[in-house]
């Protein structure tokens, strides 16, 4: 299927982050619960969750039902639904200091549109983000910095920064300040400095792209505190927390609240749907001089999808199933990995982490490189081969579903054990 693919989609995918190789590339053919198959009917127990979003479990019979009723009314109309309303209130009534609410397709659209509402309330242009946090395919936040080449800068005020792709103009660069993580004083001292010229921070509350590092106690406090003396609009990038960490996402969890929040993945349960929303003062920019549309955005089937998902999750403990879950993996994987005499860490919260062999726990991007990851990469590799999959990049977290049985982590654990052995051999 793979050199079939090639013919038609560069790389043989959708995605380059679904190529793994010649060989390696999976092809799915459909999930159900915590599991998916591939076309040559392989059953993996499914730990990426299509990068986060499923939360519940695949094709989730309660919100394939909402779905399924939805679409005999029409689908796509470029006007205004029920709906919308409906979503956009739950929204508002689950998560922390969220005013009002614009519909999206993707995080990479809510961050884009967060981004636009921060400068022109601000009448600035730079933005202060964060080493080993993802923020979309947007050309203006796609910078990371040297992670892959020989050694880190000493720098860590002005860190060296490239984008993560040719053709992106070099001028965005100008308009980054990239900091590390869980640096309270790097960043009180550069705010310092430049808040001026200062629209936003855009943060991840937890690095979802670098192994689930959590943020240190008061670090978002911190953020929050600076961004209040200095005018400067705090921007949770909350795509892979929202939803997930609690009912009002990382804000209620960490206790923290931000002047602007993004959000998908989870909002669906694998269905495209994300949102942006905030502050009332901030959000009425909106056709009132910021422009934010788009043919798709609060069609019915994601909104129905969003609000079948909401809806579980105000009215069950799916949240508290899938965290619990989480919370019995982890002791798994504790007993598995206690019979080597390997240094690990696990990290992250229980719906969304990581296992980092390193001596020391991980506060930072940086200490990514210093963790052995290629061992983390063929225990990986045993693992899918063993039929369990979490995503081969070592970067990249376990995600949890309310779907996941106890034989579900019965059969994990005995794959990990099996391939951690064979990864020492």
């Known amino acids: 299927l793979y050199q079939q693919a090639t013919e038609y989609l560069p790389m043989g995918v959708s995605s380059n982050f679904r190529f793994w190789g010649e060989g390696e590339t999976r092809y799915i053919a459909r999930g159900q619960g915590a599991h998916i198959w591939d076309v040559d009917d392989n059953r993996y127990i499914d730990y990426r969750m299509g990068y986060g979003p499923v939360i519940l479990g695949h094709a989730d019979p309660r919100v394939n039902a909402a779905v399924t009723e939805a679409i005999q009314l029409g689908t796509t109309f470029a006007m205004s639904i029920p709906e ?13 200091g969220v005013d009002m609410v614009r519909f999206a397709n993707s995080g990479t659209e809510a961050v884009m549109h967060a981004l636009r509402l921060a400068r022109a309330y601000t009448r600035r242009e730079k933005i202060i983000m964060f080493e080993g946090q993802y923020h979309g395919l947007y050309d ?3 910078f990371t910095s040297t992670v892959g080449i020989d050694g880190w800068t000493s720098n860590r005020y002005s860190p060296v920064i490239f984008p993560f792709s040719s053709g992106i103009p070099e001028k965005f660069r100008d308009l980054i300040i990239m900091l590390p993580f869980n640096d ?9 400095q430049s808040w001026h010229e200062v629209a936003a921070i855009l943060v991840e509350p937890i690095l979802g792209n670098c192994g689930g590092i959590m943020p240190k106690d ?51 349960n694998g269905y495209p749907v994300a949102a942006f929303g905030g502050k009332r003062d901030l959000m009425s920019q909106i056709g009132d001089g910021v422009a934010h549309g788009g043919t798709y955005v609060g069609n019915r089937l994601s909104m129905a999808a969003a609000n079948a998902t909401l809806d579980i999750m105000q009215q069950t403990d799916a949240l508290a199933n899938v ?41 930072e991007f ?35 579903c309310e779907a996941l049985s106890d034989q579900d982590i019965a059969e994990t654990a005995q794959a990990l054990e099996e391939s951690v ?5």
């Open 140 to 142: 203006g936040v796609m």
């Open 84 to 96: 919308e309303l409906a979503v956009a209130g739950k929204i508002s009534a689950m998560c922390p």
């Open 218 to 268: 008061g670090f978002l406090q911190t953020i929050r505190d600076l961004c209040d003396e200095n005018e400067i609009v705090m921007i949770m990038d909350e795509v892979k927390t929202g939803f997930r960490l609690a009912r009002g996402g990382a804000q209620e969890y960490f206790g923290v609240t931000a002047d602007l929040v993004t959000y998908a993945k989870s909002l669906g």
């Open 366 to 400: 940086r200490d990514w490189k210093g963790s052995d990851h290629s061992f983390y990469d063929a225990v990986a590799a045993g693992l899918i081969a063993r039929g369990v999959m979490p995503e081969p990049d070592s970067r990249e977290p376990w995600f949890i």
């Open 184 to 192: 309270a004083e790097v960043l009180s001292d550069v705010v310092e």
């Open 421 to 425: 052995r064979a990864a020492l051999n």
């Open 323 to 363: 965290a619990n879950n989480g919370r019995k993996l982890q002791t798994a994987i504790r007993e598995v990995l206690s019979l080597f005499d390997i240094p690990y860490v696990i990290e992250g919260h229980p719906s969304l982490f990581n296992i980092w062999f390193a001596e020391e726990p991980p506060y």
